[in-house]
Every structure is written in C-alpha cells, then in structure tokens.
C-alpha cells in the first residue's frame, strides 16, 4: 500500500515525499481514510508506530476542505499531549506536514512565558498542540477560546490520567463544540480510558495496532538480577564496555523512577567519565530542550530520564534502554521500552532488578507479557563493586551466582546489527512466533505467555527453565 491510494490531497502528499515518507505504517493505513471520511476514531497505538502521521494527514486534509479561517485567539484543531517534550514533537511533525498546505501550527507549553503564547494565539492558528494546564491558563486569561475547534485529538490519553490532568481534562472538553470530530489515541486501553473514549467519542472506527499493554514484538528485553547497591557499578560497566551485553551502544536511555535518583546517576557516571545528561520535572526547559537536542545529535547519548519527562520522546537511533529501576506501574515499562525500536528499528531493553523490585518485576511480566531473558552478572562482580563504589559486603545468598551462558551465536554480547557476522536481522524474524515452546533445556526467561516461552533469537542458557522471577542462585 502507498500513501497515495488513501485520498490524501496533493499538498499532504507531497509532504511526505519531502520526508521520504511513502509507505503508510499499519496505524496509518488503518486509521487515516475513516478520520478523512470525518468519522471519530479510537487508537490504541505506542508511541513508534506512526501514529501522529496517523491522526494529523487526515486532519489537515478535513481542515483544507472545510476551509474556514483560524479564528482570533482560537485555533480550529486542537491536539492535547501530556507531555511538553510530546507536545512539541506533534507540532513539529505538523509543520512538517501541513508545511505545503498553508496551515499555521503552533504549541504551547508549561515552563514558558505566557506573554509569548498570547502573542502567538492573538491572531488564531489552525493547529494547536497543548498541553492541558498550559490552555487553561490561557482560556481563564480570556487569551485563548474553544468555540473554534473543528477536531479534538487527546495523545496519549493514559498517560494523561496518570498525570492528574482528569480534570484538565474535563474542563476543556467541556467547552469545546458538540459538533466536532474526535480522535483519541492511548497505549493501553485500561477501564478509565474505556469510559472516558465512551464519553468523548461518537461511534468510533476502532483501530489497534499492538494489543493493549503488550511489549513491543521488536524489542529483545534481558534481566539483570542485582542489588540495588551494585547498580551504579553495573551500569558503568556496561556503558563503559567492560560488561558486554547485547547490541552495539548508540543511543542509551536509562530510567530511574525519582529525579534525584536520575541526577544521581548522572553525577556518578560523570565521576567515572562517563558524560550523561538528565531530563526530568525539575529541570527547566531550556534544560530540557538542551539534554533532548545533545542525545538526539548523539553529542551525549546517554540520557537518564523519569517516566514523565520521557513519555512520548522520539528520538531515531534509541539502542539500549536501561530500567535502572523498574517501575511500579507495568504500563510504564511498555512505555518507557517503546522508546527504542520505534519506527521498524530494532531495540534492547535491559531491566535492573534488586530484591525488592521483585514484585514490581512480577506485575509487569503478568500484566504485559513480556519476556525477559536473564543475563549474567560481570565475573567477581562484588569483588569489582567493593573496588569501584560501595563496599557492603554481600548477603551470603548473592555470593556464587550461577553463571549464566550466552548459546547463540547470532547475537554475541557486544555485537548488533549485521557486525561480526551477527546475522539476527529484524528481517529475520517473526515477530511473536516462538521456536520450540516448551522444548527441554530451553533458555531461562522471564514471563511471556505460558512463562518461559522462547523467543527465536537471542537464545542463551539457563540453569532451569523460566516462568517466573528467582533467586540469584538461579
Ligand atoms: P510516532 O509514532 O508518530 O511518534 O512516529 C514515530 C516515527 O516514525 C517518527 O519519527 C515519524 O517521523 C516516523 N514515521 C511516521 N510515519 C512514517 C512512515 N510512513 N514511514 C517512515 N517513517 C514514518
């Protein structure tokens, strides 16, 4: 299928092909010739997929046909994100593509001056990208109205609730037109978004491009096993090359689940040598804008992160991420390991896991299905962390781990993407299908459906089967 056979107009085709753009991605196909058609949609679709592309050629095609004028300090589409990094990732893609179609795109954001948006919104815009607390400061300062919109899209709806914006949220559908198209989109579709999409939507075409809160099919997620004061000296080691695992260091995203935990991290890692930036609430957003500019020109490409501040980010030529810290709401980890392997790349999420992260581990293996293949420690790995960081000796069940073996040869530690002979392509493979489920000696995994499944690359032994968090001892 080509972009072209979907009825998109001219100026929007033409856009893409100065983004080299040519062929739809699924959410795509499926989702822009109903929203054309003017019907209401309901997405349930990652960050990664394609879906801003999904929901803003449509858009702009229905904003071309409709064609009224952008009204004073209102705007005709109206896109709500969560996040200010997400927010300005929309308004850049519809620049992007409403670039031939003289459409004016604008974004507003917390953390700005407000001065500037009401300068910006004072003349109307066709496209707005916003974040909720942001637009209603601006509607109760009479600088901005919602009497204009034409089309409501809400991005990343769960992650909006999971942010408190409920009421936000709320309000401003409130004053928006009844008469309107909607188009909703969220990762994971959990009842309070279910009834949420039943209020704002009218008989919805319903698309769904992964199943809700699955792990995305093309990333290989590994488990490191390892107390939480080993971390940091686990982490400079393989950043530094010292512990190999698998794929080739590009770009590396590592999360922590509190704000000092991540400048923590940057702060150590800078000790050792290691340049990292952080991202998080705290940071303002220059800050901000600064740490994203140098991961993405890869200036400093590794980036610790909290789930808020990274939520939505895309950025091509994410290889690794690293969960420094799981997180505690398994959805969260579907998003935080999305931001790799977006666009048909390939990705490797590694997931640190101390003992007491173990239910947190548990909950995200049963609620999200995903499998996770454990890898060992470095060799003398507490002889290493009392001569690099802290010196509390080990419990005595962490001493003698059981060595876990790499098998495969397709994807050696160190090597990914056709290097050294390395021939495990995301061509391939296929997705979701499984080599020998339940064979004997299989490798030791964590989760997947029937737990312990095997997945068709990246095979490594285990001392025993898989199907749920052990000890270290294996
Ligand atoms: P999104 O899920 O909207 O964040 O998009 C993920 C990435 O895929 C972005 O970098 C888009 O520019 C890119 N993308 C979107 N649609 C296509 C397409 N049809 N072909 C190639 N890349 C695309």
Redo the contacts with the bound molecule.
Sequence with gaps: MK?TELGLSQPVLQA?EL???????P??AQAIPPVLKGDDLLGV??????????FMLPSIDRLRQSDRHAPRKGCRMLVLAPTRELAG??AE?ARDYAALAAMKVASIVGGTSVGRDRQKLARGVDILVATPGRLLDLIDQKAFGLDGVEILVLDEADQMLDLGFIHALKRIVSLLPMKRQTLFFSATMPKAIKDLAAQYLTDPVQVSVTPAATTAERIDQYLLMVQQDEKQALLEMILSGRHKVPGEFERTLIFTRTKHGADRVVKKLAQVGIGASAIHGNKSQPQRQRALADFKSAKVPILVATDVAAR?I?I?GVSHVINYELPNVPEQYVHRIGRTA???ADGIAIAFCAEDERAYLKDIVRNTDAELERLPLPDNFRAVVEGVGPTKPAPKEQRGRARVTPKNPKRAPGGRGGQGGEGSSSQDRKPGKRKHPGRAGKPKKFGGPGGGGNRSRGQRSGSGGGGGPRNNNG
């Design positions: 972009f893409l983004k080299g753009y040519d062929t739809p991605t959410i795509q679709a990652q960050t990664g997929t394609g879906k801003t592309a999904a990732q929309i893609s939505g895309d091509p977006r666009a048909g």
